[in-house]
């Protein structure tokens, strides 16, 4: 079993639709839990990070992570065309280890 | 703002040459990464280093080796290109890992390399 598992779509929407983007995991000791974005042909780069359990909120984006059920997620309200990219989820444990886990990736497309 | 350089964005390279990726950061961070990115398979840890001189194997290290001889450095070697190791590759650097601290990876634009 992948330490996490993500979706990879494709998810297609129409503008304005309200996106949400998943992933579980199975490492009880993750704490730390990031967002990325990842535009065709270069290198992802962070869009939201989230400490232990519960909600962050930027602009159109809503993270939300769920340790109780393993369970994270991505909300973007009022798609725009923009948004149209592959979102990896990551995570990594507390103080110990350096290494970082991340989900195969879910690729959105938001359609004008 | 934290930047990762890649020293080329496209590669192309023939079987059995050898191979070098550079990847450089300006943040002071001990910790640096390189991945490879496949379709289907996402981000594979190549190999990690968290300090000068100190390297780990991650998941894919075979046909590959590290070099850090600077903090700021850290670069990629294909012993011996071959066409399985046409890929996208990502180098990542972090800050190490304190008690309380926000712990991200920061990315570079990635290397397209291609294997004839």
């Known amino acids: 079993q992948k330490e996490v598992e993500q979706d990879p779509g494709p998810l297609s929407v129409p503008e304005g639709a309200i996106v949400s983007l998943n992933c579980t995991y199975s490492n009880s000791a993750f704490q730390y839990f990031m967002w990325y974005r990842q535009y065709s042909r270069k290198g992802p780069e962070l869009l939201m990070y989230t400490y232990s359990s519960g909600n962050k909120e930027d602009g159109r984006f809503t993270a939300q992570v769920d340790k109780s059920s393993k369970y994270i997620s991505l909300f973007i309200r009022d798609s725009q065309p923009s948004d149209s990219a592959t979102y990896l989820c990551?995570?990594?444990?507390?103080?110990?280890?350096?290494?970082?886990?991340f989900g195969t990736g879910t690729s959105l497309t938001v359609i004008p | 703002d934290v930047k990762v350089t890649q020293s080329s964005r496209y590669l192309v390279k023939r079987t059995g040459e050898k191979v070098f990726l550079e990847c450089v950061q300006d943040m002071d961070h001990e910790n640096m990464f390189w991945y490879r990115q496949d379709p289907g398979l996402g981000l594979r840890l190549i190999y990690f280093?968290?300090?000068?001189?100190?390297?780990e194997k991650g998941d894919i290290p075979e046909g590959y080796s590290v070099s850090r001889e600077k903090k700021e450095r850290f670069s990629l070697i294909l012993e011996s290109a071959s066409t399985n190791q046409t890929s996208m590759y990502l180098c990542?650097?972090?800050?190490?890992?304190?008690?309380?601290?926000?712990?991200?990876?920061?990315f570079g634009a990635g290397t397209r390399l291609s294997v004839l």
């Open positions: 280093s968290y300090d000068v001189k100190m390297k």
């Open positions: 990551a995570m990594r444990p507390g103080v110990t280890g350096n290494q970082f886990y």
């Open positions: 990542a650097s972090a800050e190490q890992v304190p008690l309380i601290a926000k712990n991200i990876q920061y």
